[in-house]
């Protein structure tokens, strides 16, 4: 049985997908069962199981995670998240899985300038801890993310930004989703770490030369000190603080250790990972 965390979620969602275009059942968990049930396309529902689950609930958990061999693990970043997924970790390897899919991050490590990435290190240091299948997945910015930007982009064709023309990554979520799929139901691909990325990097003004491009009409990016920059994501985008402070940890490390792309995700699905310019298309009404 692979049982899905966060299958609300990008990644989750995705991965959710995924395995369901290979016919692949699979039980998701949900603190909203009814509310997934109801965004999947009737094929997927025929193949999940969806199961009323929460975190931070131990015992909804232990009881989710019951016959589970393989896990994928995502939860959405929040202060609580490093005490969550340890917890599941626990419950996991108690429960009898043998194998444990985490999304983490590129950074992961204890000394990280991101918080969040230090809180993955800890978590990836418990899973190894056990014996089992460890795979860590360590996917660079979500284009999903993106979307964020966009009310901005359209009311004033304007992107903010703390980049100082540093180059960004970007992976779109169902590439993602393909890639935990494969790892999922092709053992000779369990373990390790895997780096995911798109495959080009982007620095701001070439993510606004794109966007003008698309729709038309010029959008401009405008460089903010990281002071600035989390200011502007409090008062203008509504961010909690922890929040705005973790997508300026994000950008300034990508100013301190300039990416690239990896192939990784292409040799695990054997194509090409999407394009920012495709997914941006599919998107472009909520940038115009």
């Not at 199961?51 to 693990?73: C, E, I, N, V, W």
Request: glycine share 8%.
């Amino acid at each position: 049985m692979i049982t899905i965390m966060g299958a609300s979620g990008a990644t989750g969602g995705a991965t959710l997908r995924s395995l369901a275009a290979l016919d692949v059942p699979v039980r998701a968990l949900s603190r909203n069962p009814d509310r997934l049930l109801a965004g999947l396309d009737p094929h997927t529902r025929g193949l999940v199981e969806v199961t009323a689950a929460d975190a931070g609930d131990p015992a909804s958990m232990r009881a989710a995670l019951k016959g589970t061999t393989q896990l994928f693990l995502t939860m959405e970043n929040s202060p609580q998240q490093v005490e969550h997924e340890l917890r599941t970790v626990d419950l996991a390897v108690s429960s009898g899985v043998e194998h444990v899919v985490k999304v983490s991050a590129p950074a992961a490590e204890p000394d990280s300038p991101v918080a969040v990435s230090r809180g993955h290190h800890l978590i990836e240091q418990r899973l190894r801890a056990h014996d089992i299948t460890t795979t860590v997945l360590r996917p660079y910015a979500f284009m999903q993310k993106l979307l964020l930007i966009a009310p901005g982009v359209s009311a004033a064709g304007m992107i903010f930004g703390a980049l100082d023309g540093a180059r960004c990554n970007y992976i779109d979520c169902r590439d993602i989703g393909d890639v935990a799929a494969a790892v999922l139901t092709r053992p000779d691909t369990a373990g390790g770490d895997i780096p995911l990325t798109g495959g080009r990097a982007y620095s701001h003004p070439e993510l606004a030369e794109l966007l003008g491009t698309l729709r038309g009409r010029p959008v401009r990016s405008v460089n903010l000190s990281p002071a600035e920059l989390h200011a502007h994501l409090v008062a203008r985008a509504g961010m909690p603080d922890w929040l705005a402070a973790h997508v300026v940890e994000i950008q300034r490390l990508a100013v301190l250790r300039p990416e690239s792309p990896d192939d990784a995700a292409t040799r695990l699905i054997g194509r090409a990972p999407r394009t920012l310019e495709a997914f941006l298309g599919e998107h472009l009404d909520r940038f115009s």
